[in-house]
């Protein structure tokens, strides 16, 4: 039985690559991708999402907008980190027509109330809040929430202390993480610590066109930015791809450990948009996260090529040699 997802994200580089990833899972159903403001504005984000479907030939698959601001913060995008056109400047043909009736709020609180559905959360948490504000027992339902965002240990990315997808709407960040304890429930947190590890390198980059030159070409296409940002900023030759990750993870959780632990999110001052995570519980409070920390580089690569090379598993031996190669050089 395929597990079924709702897609709420801000395509975006890493985000189109973890789309990818989920459409060449025969374990997954996307029933939808909810468009979020975040790296690219929202209406940018819903055209980036068309362009994927279109790679992908899954134009049959809804798209709704959602937020196009952060609750409280003056929205502030990244395109600086994901190209003036939210797709690595590749430039892509934009896709004529997909008009959707529903917003994405409307979309996630019509499925979630019919049917059991996880969401993978690859950008900020505003639409999530908003669907909370507006219809909680959907959000409730929400099978198994996978958030990219926040860091344990990690410096941030946008600045000492926080991740972007909290940074950007740490409101929206902390009302989420605050309904998960009054559940009682945990979000499974895949922050920096453990997606700082994947690096797609140009070794790796390489093999995939080697692979398949038509899958790697676009895969080019829509990274060679990111790879130019990362050199320029990071001193990093390579890309960090955070979003695949978290879709990996809800793919295949053993690829990543971790612990339960209470998380509130800071949303103001010099710390807005810290995880401040309880990992030694000073105050008393029940787990609401599960905190990703350690994560197997090597097995996510093997996913990451499986799925998107459409590898068969007995192909993958001479992958696994490349990867190891690779990654293990890497350490
Ligand atoms: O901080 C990294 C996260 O912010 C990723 O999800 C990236 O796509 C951006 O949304
Ligand atoms: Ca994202």
Redesign the pocket.
């Known amino acids: 039985m395929k597990r079924k997802i709702i897609i709420d ?2 395509p ?4 189109s690559l973890a789309i990818m990833m989920a459409l060449s899972s025969k374990d997954v159903e996307v029933v939808g991708i909810t468009i979020v403001c ?2 690219a504005p929202v209406t940018m984000g819903f055209e980036n999402a068309k362009k994927v479907l279109k790679h992908m030939n899954r134009l049959d698959i809804p798209i709704y907008m959602g937020a196009a601001k952060p609750l409280k913060k003056e929205y502030v995008n ?1 395109l600086d980190t ?1 190209g003036s056109d939210g797709l690595g400047e590749s430039f892509l043909e934009p896709v004529e027509g997909f008009y959707q009736p529903l917003t994405a709020v409307e979309f996630l609180s019509q499925t979630l109330n019919k049917e059991s559905c996880s969401v993978i959360a ?3 948490l505003t639409n999530l809040a908003d669907l909370l504000a507006a219809d909680e027992k959907a959000f409730n339902n929400i099978e198994m929430l996978v958030s ?2 926040g860091s344990y240990k990690a410096h941030g ?2 600045s000492p202390v926080a ?3 909290y940074w950007e709407d740490p409101e929206a960040a902390a009302i989420v993480y605050q309904h998960m304890a009054k559940l009682g429930r945990l979000i499974h947190m895949v922050g ?1 610590d453990v ?1 700082r590890k994947i690096v797609l390198t140009p070794s790796l980059l390489s093999y995939m066109e080697r692979l398949d030159p038509e899958k790697g070409e676009f895969i080019r296409k829509i990274t060679k930015f990111y790879f130019d940002f990362h050199w320029q900023w990071e001193h990093i030759i390579g890309c960090v791809i ?2 695949p990750l ?1 879709m990996a993870y809800f793919l295949n959780p053993k690829l990543c450990h971790g612990f339960n632990s209470y998380v509130q999110i800071e949303t103001e001052s010099l710390s807005r948009g810290q995880s401040i995570v309880d990992a030694y519980d000073f105050y008393r409070k029940k787990a609401n996260a599960h905190v990703l920390n350690e994560v197997d580089v090597r097995g996510f690569f093997e996913l990451f090529f499986e799925l998107l090379l459409h590898m068969e598993k007995d192909k993958l031996t001479e992958l696994e040699k490349l990867i190891a190669q690779e990654v293990d050089h890497e350490g």
């Open positions: 994200c801000d975006g580089i890493d985000d975040g790296n990244a994901h690859l950008g900020p990219m965002g990315n946008c991740e972007y997808n920096l997606t955070n979003d978290a």
